[in-house]
């Protein structure tokens, strides 16, 4: 037999392709033979046709052809980089997370995007703005898929494919709502549970200045595990160290497209490196029930926010941006996050929405960048332990295991670690009930958007609300949508209504008790309008 070592190795070390450059390189066709000159292409003849033989040139324009992979259905817009996490502050006694153990350091890549944008759309759409970590822990990579608002539009998880296309283009005009806002103000005139996050949207924080200065919040109830099986509902919040900054409607204008990604990349080239806080609400089973019994505040419904004088912010750790990326298709637009991605500690709550997403965010990775996502060089996780598990094959199987049997054989066993807590007890809130479909709107529902107006928006910042409304609202098409609108926010505050009539020149509806809601039921029909 040929000894291999003689006739060379035939494994490639894929690690060098993060460092690549054009030194001592030759060039080749896909199968490493090498080529003369890039540019030729063999034909017959001067003026002749080309040649089905020559693979050199087939190899390139049939790659080329199909260098673009779908871009995310949402948040197709956007950049990130890499950097580490610390734990300054350790949970050890309600998270049995390693990651937030004493000391512990992992690792990390950060996504920031804009929502609703295809891929090269501008950085300074009024949009809410993705935030994603992946944390590569010690044991598997935890992934914190975030907005930089606290609540949400919906909370009905069937909404979302609906209030998303009112956020792209119009099928026959094909314009976003820049350009004519009517899908995007009937879809919200109709589904009022989404004033609150409508407002955060119009005002001042829609537009944030660039994404080192803004805060990122899971939105989401999650559960955090400690050793015993004891677990407490957290929220969690990434306090930017830089403050926030936002830039106007008007001014957004003088802004190039990539603002947001130049920004954060030549902050880290110039060795300004960004950082976040990352703190924790938490509440126990007995405080969440209180709290919906009391103040009608649900931690399974992502409209909602948690009061922070009652539930205050601790702080876990800090991470920072420190590195930007090499490759941008490698290491951002193939990462892949997904809140399903979690580790012993961290578990989903039964947030419908969050429950919903943890089927689609992988769903949508098999789609757009193939089953074998996990393996790709920036998904694929670094633990200390050597992994195994029974998937094999699919498309680019690169950690395809070996010999290694793909069934549980007891001839080559593998091991297992136990599970260290008492399943009983984490999942005890699971209580069943009826089968419910849909939510209602109740009066509850909008004294978050009050709060905003009344207490939070200042003089300035109201007329900065207004305008940006009333300039959006002036492309919508059907004037009933806004009368509807203008009702919605009437049960947010009466001075808001009449400020918005005033601008937009529409009367809008008194009430909503009166009104039906295609997305909705509305509780306020059966109930005294306040
Ligand atoms: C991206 C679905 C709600 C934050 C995505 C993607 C899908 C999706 C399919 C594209 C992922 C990819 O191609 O890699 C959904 C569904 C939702 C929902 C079905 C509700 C039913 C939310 C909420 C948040 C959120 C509530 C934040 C609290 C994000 C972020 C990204 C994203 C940050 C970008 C991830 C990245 O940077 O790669 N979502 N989403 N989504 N979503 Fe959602």
């Known amino acids: 037999a040929v000894d291999s070592k003689q006739v060379g190795n035939i494994h490639r070390d894929y690690s060098e392709d993060r460092n690549a450059s054009s030194e001592d390189t030759v060039y080749v066709a896909g199968n490493g033979a090498p080529y003369p000159h890039p540019y030729e292409a063999q034909r017959v003849g001067e003026n002749g046709p080309l040649l089905l033989q020559d693979f050199h040139l087939v190899d390139l324009i049939s790659h080329f052809d199909r260098e673009r992979i779908p871009e995310r259905v949402v948040h197709a817009k956007g950049g990130g980089a890499h950097g580490y996490y610390q734990t300054t502050d350790t949970l050890e006694d309600i998270c049995m997370a390693d990651l937030f153990q004493a000391g512990k350091k992992c690792p990390t890549s950060v996504r920031f995007s804009t929502v609703g944008g295809e891929s090269g759309s501008h950085d300074c759409a009024r949009d809410p703005r993705g935030f994603s970590i992946k944390f590569r822990t010690e044991e598997g990579n935890w992934d914190m898929v975030a907005n930089n608002t606290p609540a949400f539009f919906l909370r009905d998880p069937a909404k979302f494919p609906h209030f998303i296309h009112t956020q792209k283009r119009d099928p026959q005009n094909h314009m976003t709502h820049a350009d004519d806002s009517t899908m995007f103000w009937d879809y919200l005139s109709q589904n009022p549970e989404s004033v609150h996050q409508v407002m955060i949207l119009m005002g001042d924080r829609g537009i944030p200045d660039g994404w080192r200065k803004m805060h990122g919040y899971a939105g989401h109830t999650l559960k955090l595990v400690n050793k015993s099986g004891d677990w407490v509902y957290a929220q969690m919040h990434m306090k930017s160290k830089q403050g926030t900054d936002f830039i106007t409607q008007a001014d957004s204008a003088n802004y190039s497209p990539d603002y947001a990604q130049k920004d954060l990349y030549n902050a880290i080239e110039k060795g300004d490196f960004p950082g976040w806080d990352v703190c924790w609400q938490t509440m126990t089973p007995k405080e969440a029930e209180e709290l919906w019994e009391k103040q009608k505040i649900n931690v399974f419904d992502l409209t909602h926010v948690w009061p922070h004088k009652q539930f205050p912010l601790r702080k876990v750790g800090e991470f920072f941006l420190n590195e930007n990326v090499k490759n941008y298709f490698a290491e951002i637009e193939q990462i892949a996050f997904n809140p399903g991605h979690l580790v012993p500690g961290i578990e989903p709550s039964a947030d419908p929405v969050l429950q919903s ?54 001839i080559s066993p593998i091991q297992f670690r136990q599970r260290s807590t008492d399943l009983d007890k984490v999942h005890s809130h699971f209580i069943a009930g009826a ?6 709107i109740r009066p509850e529902d909008f004294n978050a958007a009050r709060a905003l107006w009344d ?27 806004i009368k509807r609108q203008i009702a919605i926010f009437r049960e947010v505050s009466g001075d808001l209504a009449s400020r918005l009539e005033k ?17 909705t039921h509305n509780g306020f029909a059966k109930e005294e309008s306040k």
């Open 503 to 519: 601008a937009t020149g529409v009367k809008g509806h008194e009430s909503i008790a009166d009104l039906t809601f295609n997305g």
């Open 455 to 481: 207490k939070v928006m200042d003089d300035a910042a109201k007329e900065r609300f207004i305008e940006n409304i009333s300039g959006h609202m002036s492309t919508c098409r059907k004037e009933d949508i």
């Open 357 to 410: 997403r943890l089927f689609s965010y992988p769903d949508t990775h098999r789609h757009r960048i193939g089953v074998n996502y996990q393996q790709l060089p920036v998904n694929s996780p670094r633990v200390p332990y050597k992994m195994a598990n029974f998937q094999r094959d699919g498309q680019m199987a690169f950690f395809n295991q070996g010999s290694r049997p793909p069934y549980l054989s007891s």
């Open 435 to 440: 089968v419910a479909f849909l939510s209602e």
